[in-house]
Every structure is written in structure tokens, then in C-alpha cells.
């Protein structure tokens, strides 16, 4: 059924109910807050405004398609995740979701961790000074230059993923005289995702190594053998775009269980345990994210209850939240080009951008909300389908929407949650010249990332 596989088991889409989008909102005009970010609202001329900067003057200086990130959201959300773990636990951003020098900057003024997964992403992080023993290096194949370049570096921990990795990092550190801090990413046979979870024995995906079949169990020998590798912890993500916390709870058990193992083995207590990132975000008013310090306190309860019925010594926690943080603080701001009403259907509605700067709803069935902002109307809604203009039928950028029945051409339109994983995922589909990422805050906006110039696309293209 699923035409497109989701790094977490079933599409959202397979799980909504029935007529999920059988009504219009009662009012339209309403920016629901949970979905838009911090300093979002609606001036008196009927404008969105973010950090007090109305759509039509962020339009004019820095042009759409574009991504609007408010800053003090973004902040906000790093103190809350912070404060809710507090000095017991250690929180890194998941810097996939979105990473730039100017978001490396703010969480390390906010005290947070950062996890990278590629040389790109850690040359982003130390060149904007994020101390080298804050960063974990992931990845399910990292390269020997990676992993060279990460010791080198002295980064906190790597997270193995394979036997050939445990081996390849012990190498290389010992080569350059180094003992390296590692976790072993180890799979507990749990798909996580939104609001369900499937606990299974084996998983057929390509991350970590299973703990069934004893095999993370032998990870976890080889790795202490080798003089070029510290081990301290057992590291676990189940998915994305959770809600509930029955998915964690199974998994700490099962790793908590790998390290009773491992003591009665080897006498070692490892002194970790990351349980990953994965915590949901709302997309929509139907969807209901449960706060950092609700979070924190289940999966330190869960971890500490495992613990105690173990026998062991409670681990110090890390969590590795991505979309949680900087989704919900950027939105992307469109120009309508058309409006094209398809009799007993819906109105196909096309903007500026599209699967480009946001392949989600191509890609998982991703679901978002769209509101026209540089003006209220009291028009009737019409059931519309918000399409990019790239040449692809599947180039849609919200799938159903109620928008006011007299949208035209020249209208702006915002996506809210598009922090995460939306302009890190961008390409140039098209040549299409990737959007930039504005910052704004207090009544002032400043590129942090900037658009892309046919310059840029030529400059690749040598001929
Ligand atoms: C992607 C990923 C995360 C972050 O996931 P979010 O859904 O953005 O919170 C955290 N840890 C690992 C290992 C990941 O692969």
C-alpha cells in the first residue's frame, strides 16, 4: 500500500482516522498557536508578524519562497529541554533537522549538546565554535576521513553502528594514540511513530545492531577488548514523530536489560544511555506534543524503575531531540502564482517553491496547515491542495487545506513546522535556487543562510 517506505514504520497517513479533514475551522483567519511559533500573531491591518516584523516588509527585503525562523522560540525551546533534564542528563539537537554556524552559535549559548552525522555537519559545528567534546558523531557508515577527522577532533563520543565500525574507530584512534569515547547504537526491535508502536524481535532496517541474537551483546565484548575504544553507554533511537511514550518505555527495558547483561558478563556497569530523539511536534491542531519536562520525567522514571529491578546503578541520560526543538520555530512563507478551482473537486492552489524546499509531504505523506497571511478575509473556505511548481504530479506541499474562497494570485501564504528537516532536505530539483533561512527577532530580521543564486547552480556546473 505504502508507495513510500517512512524511516519509522507506517505513514502518518495510515493512521489518521477517517475524514480527518471532512470540516473547515470554524474561523480561518486564526493562527492557532500551536502550530506557529512563539511571536507569531496577527497585526491590526490583519498581517502575520513574527518578532514584530510584518510578511509584507520580510517579502520585500528577502523575497519567497522563504523560511522565517524566530529566534526566541528557537532559544526558548533549547531552555526548556535543558531545564527539564537538567544536571543529570545531557541534551544534544539532532542538528540534521537544521543546521547552520548561527543555530551551532545559539545552542552553545544555551548549553546544549550537538549530534552530526556527516563531515559536512561537523566542520559546520567547529567552525562556529561549538567545543569539540559537546559533538556525537553518528551515522550508519561513516567514512575513514569522517571518523579520522572526528578523533582527531576529539569529539565527545562517536555512536558505532556495525561491527566493521568498532573495529575501523579502535584503528583509527589508536593510530593517532587516542582512546576514543563510544556508544554502541543498538536496535530493540521497536517501531515508534506518532501514535503507535509495534515492539518486534528483529528489525529489518539498515541501523545499529540488534539486540536479538545476542549480537549487540557481542558488540559490546569486541568493543571492550580494543585499547583504542572507551565504551560508556548503549545508545537507542525508535523512531519519529512520537507521541506516546510506550515505545520508550519497551525500549529502555530492553537496554537496561543489554546492561545487566554486560555486568554479569564482563563486572563493567556502563555509565550511559542515550535513548535518541524522535519526540513529535503539532503539525496540525489535531496534534497534541507533550512538554520537555513531561518528557524528562517519564523516561527518567521509566529508566530509574528498569534500574532498581535490575540491580543497577541508574545511568546518566541523553536524549537527542531535532524536530522538537527547531520545527515548530520556522515557517515558510509562498506567493500564490494560481488558483485553479477543478469542478467537485478542489481548488489546486500553486506556489512559489514547492517539493524543493519542502519534500515531506512527497516523501512521508507529511500532513501541514497553510493560512494566508498578508491579509484576513471573511470569504467562505474552499477545500484546497497547496502544489509547488515543479514538474512532478507528486509535488504537493500540503494535501488538503481549507484556504478563504477568494485567494488570487499576488496573495502570501505561510506553512507553519517547517524548521525541521525542510530546508536541511532542500535540493535543486529544477534548478531551483534553495530558499534562505531569515532569523528574525525583536523587530530584526538577518539571513543566517542565504538563497541560493543562479551564480551558485553555474559556479557547480564546470562545463
Ligand atoms: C534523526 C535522529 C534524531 C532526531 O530525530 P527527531 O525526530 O528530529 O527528534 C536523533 N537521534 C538519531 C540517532 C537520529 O537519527
Known sequence: MSRSAHPAGPRH??????????APPADLNRLDPKVWSRTVERDEQGQLTVGGLSVTRLREEFGTPA????????????????????KDADVFYAGKAFLSRAVVRWLKEEGLNLDVCSGGELSTALSAGMPAERIAFHGNNKSTDEIHRAVEAGVGRIVLDSFQEIVRVAHIAQSLGKRQRVQIRVTVGVEAHTHEFIATAHEDQKFGIALAGGQ???????ALTLDGLELI??????????????????????????LAEVRDEHGVELPEIDLGGGLGIAYTSDDDPREPHHIAKALTEIVSRECEAAGLRTPRISVEPGRAIVGPTAFTLYEVGTVKPLEGLRTYVSVDGGMSDNIRTALYDAEYSVALVSRTSDAEPMLTRVVGKHCESGDIVVRDAFLPADLAPGDLIAVPATGAYCRSMASNYNHALRPPVVAVQDGEARVIVRRE??????????G
Open 67 to 86: 523560511y522565517f525562523l524566530d529566534e526566541d522560540d528557537f532559544r526558548a525551546r533549547c531552555r526548556a529541554w535543558a531545564d527539564a533534564f537538567g
Open 216 to 222: 549487540a551483546a557481542e558488540a559490546v565484548r569486541r
Open 233 to 258: 553507554g548503549i545508545h537507542s533511537h525508535i523512531g519519529s514523530q512520537i507521541f506516546d511514550m510506550a515505545g520508550f518505555e519497551v525500549s529502555a527495558r530492553r537496554v537496561v536489560q543489554l
Open 453 to 462: 543564486t543562479e551564480e551558485d547552480l553555474l559556479r557547480l556546473d564546470v
Open 13 to 22: 497517513a495510515d493512521v489518521l482516522p477517517e475524514g480527518h479533514y471532512s
